[in-house]
């Protein structure tokens, strides 16, 4: 695998860690202040290389699937993380997004994983889109697309089930599982924008909901400018910006580096951006400076190493 484990979910965390002190920050201001390296405190007074919940869900989930696949450990996983600090950098949740939130209040009142999330339009927030990488790894040897998108599907929704949480969720598993196998970024997009619309009709999801991600799946969305792409905290933003951010690239630094610098969604941006391209770019190519000011970078190491010796030795 060439590290690519490591390279995808370090990725991710480093991403996080960039974007965290900029956090709502306008994209104007950081035209001028452009982050280049790891700062602290400011937006969330919080130190160098310090992780939030972006992080802290991925490596919950990640840590599950060294055990094989069980949905209501995962959940239990994510109790764990809001009660205990399970999973966080310090021992301390200190950032959660609201809809996430509502999810694990219900998780923790004893219900189902598999009805815990939440389901409404207004509830697509980027919260189940930024920790759904390590799936890629988990399924990237599933033929059957019908058990891939219904394992997505419900690991989004123990906290994000509207079918658009889903769909973005499944788009960019489908795109990081081609970007493992060695496929290049245009063959890699190409080939998740044909699994997509394929599923999508072979399936009759409601055409009104598909056209909403025209601009990845009809369009090329590298081909839009900058001003076009939007980065606020809804799931349809985020994945059209992580994948401009990284498509428009030529190294894991400037992909993320380009995703926090848009602004206000800077940390998830980062982390969502931190994924792909980690596993394409390699772990080599991240800098190491910034691997070593990452929080409990050894921890996420270590876990690293058991995802991959579970699935791919």
């Known amino acids: 695998m060439e590290n690519k484990v490591k390279a995808g979910i370090m990725g991710v965390c480093i991403g996080d860690a960039l974007g965290v002190p900029v956090e709502f920050k306008k994209r104007e201001d950081l035209k001028r202040n452009p982050v280049t390296t790891m700062l602290e405190y400011m937006s969330w007074n919080q130190p160098k290389g310090k992780w939030s919940d972006d992080s802290s869900m991925t490596l919950c989930l990640t840590e ?32 959660i997004g609201g809809t996430t939130r509502h999810s694990v209040a219900r998780l923790i009142k004893g219900e189902s994983a598999r009805f815990s999330g939440n389901i409404f339009e ?18 990237e040897n599933e033929e059957d697309i019908q058990k891939l998108y219904l394992t997505v599907k419900e690991v989004s929704s123990i ?7 889903v769909f973005a969720c499944f788009m960019y598993v489908i795109f990081a599982i081609q970007l493992i196998k060695g496929k290049d970024k245009k063959e890699a997009y190409s080939h998740m924008q044909n699994i997509a619309l394929e599923y999508s009709e072979y399936q009759g999801f409601n055409p009104k909901e598909v056209e ?18 939007k980065s606020r905290g809804y799931v349809l933003y985020s994945l059209e910006a992580s994948l401009w951010c990284f498509l428009n690239s030529g190294s894991y630094s400037e992909a993320v580096l380009k995703a926090v610098n848009l602004g206000e969604d800077t ?47």
């Open 212 to 229: 909403l991600f025209h601009r990845i799946l009809k369009n090329d969305i590298s081909d839009y400018p900058e001003d076009e792409i």
């Open 267 to 313: 940390d998830t941006n980062g982390a969502i951006t931190g994924g792909i391209a980690g596993i394409y770019y390699g772990f080599e190519n991240i800098p190491q400076r910034w691997v070593d000011e990452l929080v409990r970078k050894e921890d996420i190491e270590n876990l690293c190493t058991r995802l991959e010796n579970k699935y791919f030795i």
């Open 159 to 165: 906290t994000h089930g509207h079918f658009r949480s």
């Open 122 to 139: 207004e509830d697509n927030g980027n919260g189940s889109l930024m920790r759904t990488l390590p799936l890629a790894f988990y399924l």
């Open 64 to 95: 599950e699937l060294t055990k094989g696949y069980d949905l209501e450990k995962i959940g239990a996983s994510f109790v764990k993380w809001v009660k205990y600090g399970h999973w966080t950098a310090h021992g301390r949740l200190f950032d």
